[in-house]
């Protein structure tokens, strides 16, 4: 009779699971989906920040390169925006009426929003547009809703710059030194942005209806913020009860523009007690979502 296969007494011993699991150890091996210990998450991230960032300038590179004036779209964009409202709002339903320098108002809101309501949309689908990516590559599963939201940032720099020569334009020229916190203001809301993503990100996995309703919400995010109308003036105008009128002006998407208004529209003056809800909120939303988004780490790209 024929013998086929090894001999069985030469066949190594099985290691046990303490054994296998020190082994896989000493060669930097680890199983695949598990969540691993915060600050090595931490540090992993950290480690990916270069890749991150190219991936950020790459989606930002691709998103132009199809177009005939390329980048020029991102400039023109935002002008043709800020056209488009300032004839339908300040001309038309006249919510220009008792806002100095409006067309500075209007387009520090606009531009600002959009990235907020960038955040919101790009970085809740980031996770389920990078699927194919996430179940064949091993990386921290944080860095779509990051890159999301970086390259929404990228995006809209050109729109930043544009307001700041609008905002000379109109205001005759005139500087104050709250111009310089300009730039801080953008970092507080693109932090603000970040911890919205990983937020949302996470909860659209999870529940991929709710990706339907991100329009919605940006919608009526948009409406009450006061994007193209003054909060303060309406709040006057109607009579609102204090709580309602606290929660109107202190609410996220409304802090972010009234930060960026302060430091570049004239009427306006740096408010201790905005910056501090401001930078309250992006503190928060950035630590929350994170620790939310890592504690689903394991999860993601198997359903």
């Given at each position: 009779?024929?013998?086929?296969?090894?001999?069985?007494?030469?066949?190594?011993?099985?290691?046990?699971?303490?054994?296998?699991?020190?082994?896989?150890?000493?060669?930097?091996?680890?199983?695949?989906?598990?969540?691993?210990?915060?600050?090595?998450?931490?540090?992993?991230?950290?480690?990916?920040?270069?890749?991150?960032?190219?991936?950020?300038?790459?989606?930002?590179?691709?998103?132009?390169?199809?177009?005939?004036?390329?980048?020029?779209?991102?400039?023109?964009?935002?002008?043709?925006?800020?056209?488009?409202?300032?004839?339908?709002?300040?001309?038309?339903?006249?919510?220009?009426?008792?806002?100095?320098?409006?067309?500075?108002?209007?387009?520090?809101?606009?531009?600002?929003?959009?990235?907020?309501?960038?955040?919101?949309?790009?970085?809740?689908?980031?996770?389920?547009?990078?699927?194919?990516?996430?179940?064949?590559?091993?990386?921290?599963?944080?860095?779509?809703p990051l890159?999301?939201?970086?390259?929404?940032?990228?995006?809209?720099?050109?729109?930043?710059?544009?307001?700041?020569?609008?905002?000379?334009?109109?205001?005759?020229?005139?500087?104050?030194?709250?111009?310089?916190?300009?730039?801080?203001?953008?970092?507080?809301?693109?932090?603000?942005?970040?911890?919205?993503?990983?937020?949302?990100?996470?909860?659209?996995?999870?529940?991929?209806?709710?990706?339907?309703?991100?329009?919605?919400?940006?919608?009526?995010?948009?409406?009450?913020?006061?994007?193209?109308?003054?909060?303060?003036?309406?709040?006057?105008?109607?009579?609102?009860?204090?709580?309602?009128?606290?929660?109107?002006?202190?609410?996220?998407?409304?802090?972010?523009?009234?930060?960026?208004?302060?430091?570049?529209?004239?009427?306006?003056?740096?408010?201790?007690l905005t910056?501090?809800?401001?930078?309250?909120?992006?503190?928060?939303?950035?630590?929350?979502?994170?620790?939310?988004?890592?504690?689903g780490e394991?999860?993601?790209?198997?359903?």
């Open positions: 009779m024929t013998v086929v296969g090894p001999d069985p007494r030469d066949v190594p011993p099985v290691l046990s699971r303490e054994d296998a699991a020190a082994l896989a150890a000493l060669h930097g091996l680890q199983p695949v989906g598990q969540r691993p210990r915060f600050w090595r998450y931490v540090a992993d991230v950290w480690r990916h920040r270069h890749l991150m960032w190219a991936m950020a300038k790459g989606e930002f590179t691709s998103e132009h390169r199809d177009n005939y004036l390329g980048f020029v779209w991102a400039v023109i964009n935002p002008l043709l925006l800020g056209l488009a409202y300032f004839l339908i709002f300040g001309l038309l339903l006249g919510t220009a009426r008792g806002i100095d320098n409006f067309i500075t108002f209007l387009t520090a809101g606009l531009f600002t929003y959009a990235l907020f309501s960038l955040a919101l949309t790009s970085g809740s689908k980031s996770l389920m547009s990078k699927m194919s990516l996430i179940r064949s590559m091993q990386f921290p599963r944080v860095l779509p890159v999301a939201v970086l390259s929404a940032f990228v995006s809209q720099l050109p729109a930043f710059g544009v307001l700041l020569l609008i905002a000379l334009w109109d205001q005759d020229w005139q500087v104050t030194w709250s111009w310089l916190l300009y730039p801080v203001a953008l970092f507080i809301v693109l932090v603000m942005g970040l911890g919205i993503a990983m937020l949302t990100a996470r909860l659209v996995h999870a529940i991929r209806d709710l990706a339907n309703l991100m329009p919605l919400v940006v919608r009526l995010l948009r409406y009450v913020s006061g994007v193209f109308f003054s909060i303060e003036l309406q709040i006057e105008r109607l009579q609102a009860p204090e709580l309602v009128a606290l929660a109107l002006q202190y609410q996220p998407a409304a802090v972010s523009l009234t930060l960026v208004r302060e430091t570049i529209w004239n009427p306006a003056a740096p408010d201790l910056w501090a809800i401001g930078g309250g909120w992006a503190l928060l939303f950035f630590v929350v979502g994170f620790v939310f988004f890592w504690r394991g999860s993601y790209g198997r359903a």
